[in-house]
């Protein structure tokens, strides 16, 4: 079945370094999202790539999509305390019906 | 998030007993599902249902059976629980084929 790998697993970075998380599906997706997750709380929606090579912008957040849609990658500039949490890539197939796999998830520590 | 809840939010039972979680959604969604979270392994799906009545499998189903009766609940049984089934169960609906509300989760823990 669909496998999704995120890397690393953990990042400790010093307040104001940059951070990057990256995804590899095994399979070509048809979209990908990106989920953040504070400690102690649930998964919050952050955004959804859909097309090949795309890139979107959330204030200090960007996100890429792959050109052969099998890889994607948050990068968040200049970490802040708020940062702090766990995010997750989740890859829907092309034939999946609605269903995405998740990444394992790479949890973020930020020292002030 | 406004529009799903989960109950209870906390619950210990015992090995060998049912146990059976809610999730309710208030958005007239299809699609719903249910999620166990357990250190190093993310998000891994249960079930899922996209219909009243209307439910299928998941990679980690075994144990666990759904029920959907109505638009805005979908129900978790586990029929006799063991200590593996020790964890935190997120419920998430999905508008069309945008991204996935969570429900604030279940925390279950099996002695």
């Known amino acids: 079945g669909q496998q999704v790998m995120q890397i690393p697993q953990y990042q400790h970075v010093q307040e104001g370094e940059d951070f990057t998380t990256y995804c590899n599906s095994s399979?070509?997706?048809?979209?990908i999202q990106w989920y953040k997750q504070r400690p102690g709380g649930h998964p919050v929606f952050l955004i959804q790539?859909?097309?090949?090579?795309e890139v979107k912008k959330q204030k200090r957040l960007t996100f890429q999509f792959g050109e052969a849609k099998k890889n994607s990658s948050l990068h968040i500039t200049a970490t802040q305390t708020t940062d702090v949490g766990t995010y997750f890539c989740?890859?829907?197939?092309?034939?999946?019906?609605?269903?995405?796999?998740f990444g394992d998830g790479t949890t973020l520590t930020v020292k002030p | 998030d406004a529009g799903i809840t989960q109950s209870p939010r906390h619950k210990v039972t015992e090995t060998g007993t049912p146990v059976t979680l809610r999730c309710h959604q208030t958005?007239?969604?299809?699609?719903m599902y249910w999620y166990r979270q357990d250190p190093g392994h993310g998000l891994r799906l249960i079930h899922y249902?996209?219909?009243?009545?209307?439910?299928d499998k998941g990679e980690v189903s075994d144990g666990y059976s759904v029920s959907r009766s109505k638009t805005e609940d979908f129900l978790l049984t586990l029929e006799s629980a063991t200590s593996s089934q020790t964890s935190v169960y997120f419920c998430?609906?999905?508008?069309?084929?945008?991204?996935?509300?969570f429900g604030s989760g279940t925390r279950l823990t099996v002695v």
């Open positions: 998430a609906i999905r508008a069309g084929m945008g991204g996935y509300t």
């Open positions: 399979t070509t997706l048809s979209n």
């Open positions: 790539l859909v097309k090949s090579g």
């Open positions: 989740a890859g829907q197939g092309n034939t999946n019906a609605g269903k995405s796999t």
């Open positions: 958005e007239n969604h299809r699609y």
């Open positions: 249902s996209y219909g009243v009545k209307d439910t």
